[in-house]
């Protein structure tokens, strides 16, 4: 069985600091593991993937994630955020190529 | 967005009607899926097409009914549904529904509104 479990539903940073997004999966075999990031009133974008590759993985915008087994975490992080960066943030696992699981989702705010 | 397309993007229905959601994507794919986005809930699976057969039925009542006449296209029917079936409705495509690693791209969903 897989699961995610985001830990924050909703992160508030200010323009220019760090954003870190937490997620913890749980999976029986070799997950894969990606983030999704969801602008108001549109549809999912995929901003990185682990496929059992390299361990840090570098997506678009300036976001990376490490996955790491021993902690089974998948965290998403970017080093100065953006107001362009405000949305809601999906971390998934998938065991099947066809079956994702998605987490309940992280609301990012960015201030001014 | 262009590479999987939905419509319509907003839907407001009464419970006796009845009326579609078509899906078509433009990437060669040959898995295409739809999920139900609710308020303050995961995305649910609903169901999941491969090479145009149905291989996923995730428990959804039969007053949702799909239908993917080819690779490309992908239908979800609806007829006397209820105010909680509100929702955003997403439809993803993925390279073959396989292997663990196969990424999904989505469509911008439609905004569906039972009265």
């Known amino acids: 069985a897989q699961s995610v479990t985001q830990l924050d539903s909703h992160v508030s940073v200010s323009e220019g600091t760090p954003v870190l997004l937490r997620c913890n999966y749980s999976?029986?075999?070799?997950?894969?593991l990606f983030w999704y990031v969801q602008h108001p009133n549109k549809g999912l974008q995929l901003l990185l993937k682990?496929?059992?590759?390299?361990?840090l993985v570098k997506g678009i915008n300036g976001f990376e994630a490490e996955f790491k087994k021993s902690e089974t975490s998948f965290h998403l992080t970017k080093p100065s955020a953006h107001m362009s960066d405000a949305a809601e943030y999906f971390c998934?696992?998938?065991?099947?190529?066809?079956?994702?699981?998605f987490g309940a989702g992280t609301t990012v705010t960015v201030r001014a | 967005e262009t590479g999987v397309t939905q419509t319509p993007r907003h839907l407001v229905m009464g419970m006796t009607n009845k009326k579609s959601l078509k899906c078509e994507q433009h990437?060669?794919?040959?898995?295409m899926y739809w999920y139900k986005q609710s308020a303050k809930k995961p995305l649910e699976l609903m169901f999941v097409?491969?090479?145009?057969?149905?291989?996923e039925n995730n428990s959804v009542p039969s007053r949702f009914s799909p239908e993917c006449p080819n690779s490309s296209h992908l239908f979800l029917h609806l007829h006397t549904l209820q105010p909680e079936d509100s929702a955003l409705y997403l439809c993803?495509?993925?390279?073959?529904?396989?292997?663990?690693?196969?990424?999904?791209?989505f469509g911008p969903g439609t905004r569906l509104t039972v009265l």
């Open positions: 682990y496929t059992s590759a390299a361990t």
């Open positions: 097409y491969n090479f145009k057969e149905q291989t």
């Open positions: 990437l060669g794919h040959n898995a």
């Open positions: 999976s029986s075999y070799s997950p894969s």
């Open positions: 993803a495509s993925s390279q073959d529904g396989a292997g663990g690693t196969d990424t999904q791209y």
């Open positions: 998934v696992v998938s065991d099947r190529g066809d079956k994702l699981s």
